[in-house]
């Protein structure tokens, strides 16, 4: 394959609070994560546990006003984006970095037609590089250019349509392509298709393969499907309640998982070959306003040693490619 | 095409709507207790001159006949004669008209620009000093009818701090510009005639101040609340992603959408203004519509009661048109929707 | 027959009940309401302002100036420790004066309010209900009719046409208000009616009755109450626009509006005659929107 050594992006214990009535919903509490250049990182978790928190905080476009960094440095190429000024944040969300949105209905404007919105993407990505595309003519061709590569029908006529009418995987490419434009080095896509049918989901997973292959770019793939992660990443990353508890290539993490939550999510996947289905893992997710004091897998978990509830574990090389956070895993 | 049968739906409810009012006019005032002849004449007038005068106000036919020639004269233009001013109706309308007009029209561009550039600050400052200041004068300006501030602007300025005019639209002793649009701001404009339209100006900002002010303050709260429930919504922070700079996204992308609710209760509150004139030309000696319409209720001046409320009505739902088609011109979901809900 | 509909109807009742939840939930209710500051201080202005209204005959320093009273003497006196907003040129006292006229703003946003309401909702529903019927037609074009006047225009040239009494300034007012709750009613009352439970409720049998107090009305009523708290405001406003004009209380008997007119003219030599009766009217709309604004903390769900 085609992965570098050269470290991309670089999450180094990030932790992001939630300010609500009543306190902090401390959501993340020291996420580590990193992406070479050029490869495609899996981030599997269930729904809740601060995924799409920690993508939003590599742009900076969590809710403006509500959320509160206390700790943890996000390095892009060697910069801390959180230092970043206004500028320099700018030029990383229109050339570098850009992230496709769950819900492609809510990430639309309603009122504004696709043209204008792609228009706008394309010529301020642009403009940051002063290949200066202002001229509408130029504009409107890079839009159709671009709405060719995500294969939608008849390019010409979506720029006048509105969000509304397109259906849903139509707007997910339409994501997309605003998403390609503006970013050259790291694709962030959060649960692609999740909100359609199977057989388009996987129509723009393939989509995003092939982009991703033609154009050299960095993706971090979001998703709640094992099976998914598996087919699709060079690296797993496994989150739970806002920190990572193992990371692995598939087939290791496949073969050998070590962390309790890791084994629980593998075992509940039901098998064709027989089995049954398995009971899955009791409990829920710890509240994010009083969160345990230590590892904060540890009310759910089966085993325990006194240590876990202490302090949380930080995340240790187990074997070569492979990282656990687990007081249990450390000889 | 969808908008156009929009819009047709929605004229043939107006003209509907229309006619609807003029029937219940008419029926409001010819329902009222007291014989208007004879107190249009006073009472030592001779019965036989009231019942002349009965006689050509058609007084003495059946109501339904009374309505038929009513609206066939309003088609005309001809609404009857006031009993008070003693010449045609439309002509007293014609006269002043266009003062109310002005007035309202001043009142509404005001009402317009101020509340969008309040709520954009509430908004964007949200939680602020600013934010939470501008909340408390918003409270205190809502409650305000518009003839109390109307009072206390004429008891400021006109006399404690006399730097602005506050009787009549033109200073004695001006001469006024021929009347092209009867706005006396437009035509001085038009003529060139500097020193009119600077003095115009002066006399129509006071009652235009006290006329908008509480509407400016309530639509500043709707449109900062539209503004922050927009602010959190996934498109925007999707656009900033793409690299959007900030100050387009601010004035394109969270504008366009968030306006669509102030603008239909802009439409609402121009009724208003129109309504509230009432008041405010009475106080500020302005010689509009309104004052002429309240002296003929008061004097129970049937034609012209009559004659100024449809005017009124006309004009109200006019505007509500207008705002329908610019609601539709700005929320393409309402043009192109298949199902047109009321 | 009807008599083994009852077990059905009581199932059908269950499903939606909210009165009672407003009284089982007062403490939760409060909390809603208290959050924001300003609608206690709302609620304190409009507890204030009804408790003086209701008592004014015995509280106030001069109850006889509120009749036909005159005494040059002391007329014209500005604000002292004895007449603390001052006197009119008849010699009244205007505080006295201001706190009486409360009573008649109050009881015509009660009365404006109790007569305007129940029609304008009852045409709402039946209009709602039997959406895309001549019934529905009709209705709603004569509310359009009657919406398509400012309220102010409408209520002044009925009051006009009237002889100038409060009871007549509050048929005008109540004229001109009905329809828009018709309005509000009829858009809430068209949605419920798809939703499920009335559905199940005609599929069981009930009544169109039935289905209309008691399926749908319910779940309309929590905007209908946040409404007609805002309105009283509004009420009051346009009664003081009312008697401005002369229209509604006639003197001797004091009203806001009319305070305010007479003083206007002795401006600025005799300012007190016009600024507190202007204080008291700015005074009172403020409470009740105030209050108006916690109201609607309180009924609206899902508001944080």
């Known amino acids: 394959m085609k992965t570098k050594e050269n470290i991309l992006l670089n999450i180094k214990d990030l932790h992001v609070w939630y300010r609500v009535y009543g306190g902090f919903l401390k959501v993340l509490n020291g996420v580590h994560l990193m992406v070479r250049e050029g490869e495609r990182v899996g981030l599997v978790g269930e729904a809740g546990c601060g995924k799409t928190t920690t993508m939003k905080s590599i742009l900076q476009i969590l809710p403006p006003g509500d959320f509160h960094i206390p700790r943890g440095q996000i390095f892009y190429k060697g910069q801390d984006v959180l230092k970043m000024s206004f500028k320099e944040l700018q030029r990383l969300r229109s050339r570098e970095i850009a992230m496709i949105f769950q819900d492609p209905t809510a990430a639309l404007n309603p009122v504004f037609i696709i043209g204008t919105q792609i228009g706008d993407v394309i010529k301020y990505s642009s403009a940051v590089l002063e290949e200066n595309v202002h001229q509408q003519e130029k504009i409107k061709m890079l839009s159709i250019k671009t709405l060719k590569e995500v294969s939608l029908p008849d390019p010409e006529r979506m720029l006048i349509n509105y969000s509304f009418q397109l259906s849903g995987g139509m707007k997910q490419r339409v994501c997309i392509a605003m998403a390609i434009c503006s970013a050259r080095n790291l694709l962030i896509a959060d649960e692609p298709g999740t909100s359609l049918d199977v057989t388009i989901q996987d129509q723009i997973m393939r989509l995003l393969n092939e982009l991703v292959e033609k154009r050299n770019t960095a993706i971090i793939l979001i998703t709640h499907s094992l099976a998914v992660a598996r087919e699709m990443t060079d690296r797993i990353y496994v989150m739970y309640a806002g920190t990572i508890v193992e990371t692995a290539t598939p087939e290791i993490l496949f073969k050998n998982p070590v962390h309790p939550y890791t084994k629980g999510l593998l075992a509940s996947v039901p098998k064709i070959s027989g089995g049954g289905i398995s009971n899955g893992i009791p409990g829920k997710l710890p509240s994010y306003l009083n969160p345990p004091s230590g590892c904060r897998f540890q009310p759910r978990c089966e085993q325990e040693s006194p240590i876990c509830s202490e302090k949380p574990p930080q995340l240790f090389e187990i074997e070569k490619n492979h990282l656990v956070a687990c007081y249990l895993t450390q000889r | ?342 | 027959m009807r008599n083994s509909n009852k077990p059905n109807n009581l199932i059908a009742i269950s499903l939606v009940r909210p009165k009672s939840i407003f009284w089982f939930n007062l403490e939760k209710n409060w909390y809603k309401f208290s959050r924001n500051r300003l609608s206690i201080v709302g609620l304190v202005i409009v507890a204030g302002i009804i408790i003086s209204a209701i008592f004014a005959p015995w509280i106030i320093p001069y109850p006889e100036h509120v009749g036909p009273f005159v005494d040059f003497e002391s007329g014209a006196q500005p604000p002292s420790l004895q007449h603390l907003f001052g006197t009119d040129i008849i010699g009244r006292d205007i505080f006295s004066r201001v706190i009486f006229a409360f009573r008649g703003a109050l009881i015509m946003a009660v009365v404006v309010l109790a007569l305007a309401v129940p029609p304008g909702v009852f045409l709402g529903l039946i209009a709602g209900y039997l959406q895309n019927t001549w019934i529905d037609t009709v209705i709603m074009r004569i509310t359009d009719v009657f919406l398509s006047i400012p309220p102010l225009i409408l209520a002044l040239a009925i009051a006009a046409m009237l002889k100038p009494t409060l009871m007549n300034a509050m048929i005008a007012v109540t004229i001109s208000w009905w329809p828009w709750y018709t309005r509000l009613v009829y858009g809430m009352a068209s949605s419920v009616r798809n939703e499920y439970f009335v559905i199940a409720a005609n599929l069981i049998g009930a009544s169109k009755f039935h289905i209309l107090l008691r399926e749908i009305l319910p779940n309309c009523l929590s905007p209908i109450f946040t409404k007609m708290a805002l309105d009283i405001g509004w009420v009051i406003l346009l009664g003081a626009s009312l008697s401005f004009l002369g229209l509604g209380e006639q003197p001797p008997i004091p009203a806001l509006g009319t305070m305010l007119s007479d003083g206007a003219k002795f401006m600025p030599t005799l300012w007190w005659m016009s600024v507190f009766p202007a204080l008291a009217i700015v005074l009172c709309i403020l409470g009740f929107n105030l209050m108006g604004d916690g109201i609607r903390d309180m009924l609206e769900k899902g508001r944080e």
């Open chain 2, 1 to 342: 095409m969808k908008l156009g049968s929009f819009l047709l739906k929605r004229l043939l409810l107006s003209i509907f709507v229309i006619f609807g009012l003029s029937i219940i006019i008419f029926i409001i005032a010819r329902v009222v207790p007291g014989d208007p002849a004879r107190m249009a004449l006073g009472p030592r007038v001779s019965e036989e001159v009231v019942q002349r005068l009965r006689h050509e106000m058609y007084l003495d036919k059946p109501l339904s006949k009374q309505y038929f020639y009513w609206i066939r004269g309003s088609f005309s233009g001809d609404f009857g004669r006031s009993l008070v001013t003693k010449r045609a109706v439309s002509e007293d309308i014609k006269e002043y008209l266009p003062a109310t007009m002005e007035l309202a029209i001043f009142a509404a561009t005001l009402m317009v620009i101020f509340s969008v550039l309040l709520g954009t600050l509430s908004a964007q400052y949200k939680d602020t000093w600013v934010d939470n200041l501008i909340r408390m004068v918003s409270y205190l300006a809502m409650s305000i009818p518009a003839f109390v501030s109307a009072t206390i602007f004429m008891l400021l300025f006109g006399y404690y701090w006399p730097i602005l005019p506050v009787l009549g639209r033109m200073s004695p002793g001006m001469s006024y510009p021929t009347s092209i649009t009867g706005l006396l701001t437009l035509d001085s404009l038009i003529q060139g005639n500097f020193v009119a339209f600077w003095d115009a100006l002066k006399h129509l900002f006071l009652p235009s101040v006290a006329l908008s002010l509480a509407h400016i303050f309530q639509n500043a709260r709707i449109t900062r609340s539209s503004m922050i429930e927009n602010m959190r919504k996934d498109f925007l922070s999707a656009e900033r992603g793409y690299g959007i700079p900030e100050r387009v996204i601010m004035f394109k992308y969270l504008l366009k959408p968030s306006l669509i609710p102030s603008v239909s209760i802009m439409g609402l509150g121009f009724g208003n203004l129109v309504a509230n004139a009432f008041l405010v030309e009475l106080i500020f000696n302005w010689p509009g519509i309104s004052r002429y319409g309240t002296n003929a209720m008061l004097s129970k001046d049937l034609n012209s009661i009559s004659a100024v409320i449809m005017v009124f009505g006309v004009i109200f739902v006019t505007v509500n048109i207008i705002v329908d088609i610019i609601v539709a011109f700005l929320d393409p979901r309402v043009r192109l929707s298949t199902s047109l809900g009321i």
